[in-house]
């Protein structure tokens, strides 16, 4: 079955840098594109970034252009989001998730990651 | 990016219908048939209700269907179930390459 597990939230002070690792088994990887998605606590969802299957393309949210990137390891299963210059509105769980099959929707997640931007 | 429009909030007792709209352009729902819906309960990860408008993933119930007219998408539950409780979420592609979420919808079930 899909699981997505991601890794490296925490508390990290206004400024600073967090880098979040999505570890991906049950299909195959390299067939599909992949998310993440944040949700601020006890707020909605909001689209953070998207990655295509081979690495080609990447989309972000125009908030965090030129601050954050996302990257993936086709050999390794893994999908990563480098954080930098973090503001305190980027306080929220992070979710890793896999694209459709038919692109641009989610149809798997993760349990989430929570990065909390506090001095 | 401005967030697609649901409403706050929609109630109904059980066995009722209900329908949630999802409000945006024609650079987003208007424009695309890459709209889905989320069903998040409390504390929960979101799960896939509907993608693509209108089709139902593997093991989702056809009490939950999805329909667009112009930039205006719709999911609709029918005989409501008190487990239907939840937030709901429309999501949709943009002509930016980029995707954006409503600001999400509370169901109450009376």
């Known amino acids: 079955q899909v699981q997505l597990v991601e890794s490296g939230g925490g508390v990290v002070q206004p400024g600073g840098s967090l880098r979040l690792s999505c570890a991906a088994s049950?299909?195959?990887?390299?067939?599909?594109?992949m998310h993440w998605v944040r949700q601020a606590p006890g707020k909605g969802l909001e689209w953070v970034a998207f990655?295509?299957?081979?690495?080609?393309?990447?989309y972000y949210r125009d908030s965090v252009k030129g601050r954050f990137t996302i990257s993936r390891d086709n050999s390794k299963n893994t999908v990563s989001l480098q954080m930098n210059s973090l503001r305190d509105e980027d306080t929220a769980v992070y979710y890793c998730?896999?694209?459709?099959?038919?692109?641009?929707?989610?149809?798997?997640w993760g349990q989430g990651t929570l990065v909390t931007v506090s001095s | 990016q401005s967030a697609l429009t649901q409403p706050a909030s929609v109630s109904g007792s059980p066995g009722q219908s209900i329908t949630i709209s999802c409000t945006g352009t024609?650079?987003?729902?208007?424009?695309?048939?890459?709209v889905s819906w989320y069903q998040q309960h409390p504390g929960k990860v979101p799960k896939l209700m509907i993608y693509?408008?209108?089709n139902r993933p593997s093991g989702v119930s056809n009490r939950f269907s999805g329909s667009k007219s112009g930039n205006t998408a719709s999911l609709t539950i029918s005989g409501l179930q008190a487990e239907d409780e939840a937030d709901y979420y429309c999501?949709?592609?943009?002509?930016?390459?980029?995707?954006?979420f409503g600001g999400g919808t509370k169901l109450t079930v009376l």
């Open positions: 998730a896999k694209d459709g099959a038919y692109g641009f929707n989610y149809d798997y």
């Open positions: 693509d408008v209108s």
């Open positions: 990655i295509r299957n081979d690495g080609s393309d990447k």
């Open positions: 049950g299909f195959t990887f390299s067939s599909y594109g």
């Open positions: 999501s949709s592609y943009t002509s930016s390459r980029t995707l954006v």
């Open positions: 024609s650079s987003d729902v208007g424009g695309y048939t890459y």
